[in-house]
């Protein structure tokens, strides 16, 4: 794949534009990750926030309600894990619990334990357990690039 850059004072926004001849697996891969740059709605205490999908290190579903967890703060968001898989999957989200999506970007180091437990070391300090249940999709998708 060819990669060109310019810079242009001229225009008025930033732009990338992709062009290829088929949709193969590597361009699928960067829309998937252009994608990310997309933004959803949190809201905290404090504020409603605009947040950068790239951001998220993880979801997780607390009282029927889910929150995005970011490096430092955590914010409420109106989509269901499910709706939020089915939008953004293809991005590197990826179920590893009933109520827990996680980044994949977001994953500094897995390390195993005793019983198959998997523990997922995220860039922001926090771990995660790997239900076992969903050890098989998480390591495909692992392998993927962030795909299922």
């Known amino acids: 794949m060819e990669i060109n850059y310019y810079e ?3 225009i008025p926004n930033n732009r990338v534009d992709i062009y290829y001849r088929e949709q193969d697996e590597e361009i699928q891969s960067l829309m ?14 404090r504020e409603t926030k605009r947040i950068p999908l790239r ?14 967890y970011l490096d430092n ?23 590893i ?11 500094d180091r897995i390390k195993p334990d005793l019983n198959m437990k998997m523990y997922l070391l ?11 249940a969903y050890k098989k999709d998480f ?4 392998k993927k690039g962030g795909k299922n």
Request: glycine share 6%.
């Open 32 to 45: 998937a990750y252009l994608d990310t740059a997309q933004n959803i709605l949190g809201r905290n205490a």
């Open 8 to 10: 242009d004072p001229a």
């Open 97 to 107: 619990g009933k109520s827990l999506v996680v980044n994949l970007r977001k994953i």
């Open 122 to 132: 995220l860039e922001n300090g926090e771990t995660l357990i790997l239900n076992r």
């Open 73 to 95: 703060e955590v914010f409420q968001i109106t989509h269901t894990l499910k709706s939020f898989l089915e939008k953004y999957q293809p991005g590197g989200f990826v179920q």
């Open 139 to 142: 390591m495909e998708c692992l």
């Open 55 to 68: 951001d998220i290190c993880y979801l997780e579903v607390v009282d029927r309600h889910c929150f995005a």
